[in-house]
């Protein structure tokens, strides 16, 4: 592979694989965080005096038409992207209403150095998903080079993301400045880290969590559990858990999973208490009881303040920190404030020099809300291709380019 801060792409059309899978509502982009996440590895191209070639999918065009006979392919296009991309790049931006075919390939070939053109969603052919490798082929005809910027998609084996790599020789595919950038952030944490190690890991449920977890105890010195996954883990060693979050499928798991980490000397740190409620809702009644004595008819939807000052003092000694999912249910005011007190403790170890990346899941929803997202070292863009990098597996769109 190229590194792409070495390569040199004057007068030539780079084929750029990105994540333009944005929210869109009535035409309009609701969030462009994605699209800037781009831009760099965009910028890069042009200022060499390349040419640029974007190819993304957005949505799931095929399967929801199947399930919803009133959709068609436009309501799944990328030309509400246009004008946006070129207002962000100050350019104008071609687009190919294929993104294979004579009209694709006649419009890439007449590029000239700086200009862009965009290709219809990837996703209205089947082929993408399938990896198929006639798709890939076609797909890679078009760009000279290719450069992998999609690392939201990395875990997944597209003809995009992954097949189409085979086609272009070692020096003429590479990552782009941002699946870099996560991929060296990712690899900060998991094999070159300092110790102490505190994995923090939270949300709602054990079973999304349980091969992150397992593959962590190789890894850190410390996990923090939080979230609604804890109460199973309450309810495994015999304690009253009320009506919170449980599944009661899990419970031998997670007495595993804590004497695995016992033999492996990883200390695995619950919420001593939690802020609990009568009802799941911002205006039930809420009071704070120990995490393993939580009266019948009341959830655990936070963790409490013992649980708070155990964690922060946990989390301020650490050296290198991740952190995966939130501490309570942060979408309602009542129950934020120990995912707040977290991600307050995160910035503070951060600040005095720990390693700090919040990626895979709704903690990174969470650090964004509270304004933090720029005070910790990384946040990931890569929610499922993050989640199962820590899983300890090969992403194919890592895989596909790096071997
Ligand atoms: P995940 O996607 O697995 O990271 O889970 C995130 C979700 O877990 C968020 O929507 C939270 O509201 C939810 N959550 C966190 N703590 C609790 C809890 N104690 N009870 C119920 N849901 C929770």
Redesign the pocket.
């Known amino acids: 592979m190229s590194q792409i801060q070495n390569h040199n792409f004057a007068n030539q059309r780079a084929l750029i694989r990105v994540d333009f899978n944005v929210p869109v509502k009535n035409g309009a982009i609701t969030d462009d965080t994605r699209i800037r996440a781009a831009l760099p590895t965009i910028r890069k191209v042009l200022a060499d005096g390349g040419s640029v070639i974007l190819m993304s999918h957005w949505g799931r065009p095929l399967k929801d038409i199947e399930k919803k006979p009133n959709l068609t392919l436009a309501d799944f296009s990328l030309k509400p992207i246009i004008a946006h991309l070129s207002e962000l790049l100050h350019t104008t931006v071609a687009f190919a209403d294929d993104c294979i075919g004579a009209d694709a390939m006649q419009q890439a070939h007449d590029l000239k150095p700086g200009e862009v053109l965009l290709l219809e969603n990837l996703r209205y052919y089947k082929q993408e998903e399938k990896g198929d490798k006639d798709f890939a082929e076609k797909l890679s005809k078009l760009g000279d080079v290719y450069v992998n910027d999609a690392f939201g998609t990395a875990h997944r084996a597209h003809a995009s993301t992954a097949v189409i790599a085979q086609f272009f020789p070692g020096e003429k595919k590479m990552f782009g400045l941002l699946m870099e950038s996560e991929v060296k952030a990712a690899e900060n944490v998991l094999h070159n880290n300092k110790k102490p190690f505190t994995a923090i890991i939270?949300?709602?449920?054990v079973s999304?969590?349980i091969l992150i977890i397992e593959n962590l105890l190789e890894k850190a010195t410390d996990i923090i559990i939080?979230?609604?996954?804890?109460?199973t883990f309450f309810k495994a060693e015999g304690g009253d858990i009320g009506s919170?979050?449980c599944e009661d499928d899990r419970l031998d798991m997670a007495l595993a999973l804590m004497k695995k980490a016992d033999e492996k000397g990883v200390s695995i740190h619950l919420p001593a208490d939690?802020i609990i409620a009568d009802k799941?809702s911002n205006d039930a009644n809420c009071s704070s009881a120990l995490s393993n004595e939580i009266p019948s008819g009341w959830?655990?939807?936070?963790i409490g303040q013992m649980a708070i000052a155990n964690f922060k003092k946990i989390i301020c000694e650490s050296k290198t920190i991740l952190w995966?999912?939130?501490?309570?249910?942060?979408?309602?005011d009542k129950?934020q404030h120990g995912?707040k007190a977290i991600a307050d403790a995160v910035v503070e170890a951060t600040k005095n020099g720990a390693y700090s990346l919040v990626g895979?899941?709704?903690?990174v929803a969470a650090v964004n809300m509270f304004g933090l997202a720029d005070k910790v070292s990384y946040v990931s863009t890569g929610g499922g291709a993050m989640l199962e990098y820590f899983e300890g597996k090969e992403l194919p769109g890592i895989a596909a380019i790096a071997k």
């Open positions: 939270g949300g709602a449920k999304d969590k939080g979230g609604g996954m804890a109460y919170s979050l939690s799941f959830m655990g939807l936070d995966n999912g939130p501490m309570g249910v942060f979408e309602m129950f995912t895979g899941g709704d903690s």
